[in-house]
């Protein structure tokens, strides 16, 4: 497949078979993360991969209950509005997964609190359009983000007072195929 098909046909999936991820595909997904460009090759990021059920379920419970206290926060009000913090408490409070029941899941790390976080998007594309190719379905979870508060957590990744997760990337093999959204053309102005 061309790069631009590649491009074209990715979708968020969020739902997964149950089968795990063979290792090296995991791998493989994970190299195109780190082969991102980054804003002077400062590279600012390292990445935690979890496919062990037990961890998954532990962290999946834990992502739950810090997003339903940062749900609660002024600064979650500021973020995201009141009315997406009140879209979003379902999600932290209700039965269903927030990781959607991946197999794996990556956690982008940034290194460096002062680094831009469009180089983590660039290293999290690399990955979702290799999982593409690979026929692996994935899902960018940025209500994965509260996870930093949680002291669980924090010890698992090793997470440094310099370090924070910036996303979190679920992966497995697609139950679905959504269809293409609309896109919007006109939105190019050539200068000539």
């Given at each position: 497949m061309d790069i631009l098909e590649l491009i074209k046909t990715r979708r968020s999936v969020r739902e997964f078979e149950k089968r795990p991820i063979p290792r090296e595909a995991i791998e493989t997904i994970v190299q195109a993360g780190i082969w991102a460009p980054?804003?002077?090759?400062?590279?600012?990021?390292?990445?935690?991969v979890v496919g062990e059920p037990a961890d998954l379920k532990s962290i999946a419970h834990e992502a739950k209950i810090e997003l339903s206290n940062y749900l609660k926060t002024p600064e979650a009000e500021a973020k995201y509005g009141k009315e997406n913090c009140e879209r979003f408490m379902p999600r932290a409070e209700g039965e269903d997964e927030l990781f959607y029941g991946a197999p794996a899941i990556v956690f982008v790390i940034s290194t460096n609190l002062e680094s831009n976080h469009f180089d983590h998007g660039l290293a999290a594309e690399n990955m979702m359009l290799c999982a593409h190719g690979l026929g692996v379905g994935s899902c960018p979870i940025g209500l994965?983000?509260?996870?930093?508060?949680?002291?669980?957590?924090?010890?698992?990744?090793?997470?440094?007072?310099?370090?924070?997760?910036v996303i979190a990337l679920v992966f497995g093999y697609p139950m679905e195929k959504p269809s293409a959204t609309k896109r919007n053309f006109d939105v190019v102005r050539w200068v000539e």
């Open positions: 980054s804003s002077m090759n400062g590279q600012p990021w390292r990445f935690v994965a983000e509260p996870l930093n508060h949680s002291k669980k957590v924090q010890k698992l990744f090793g997470l440094k007072s310099t370090e924070k997760i």
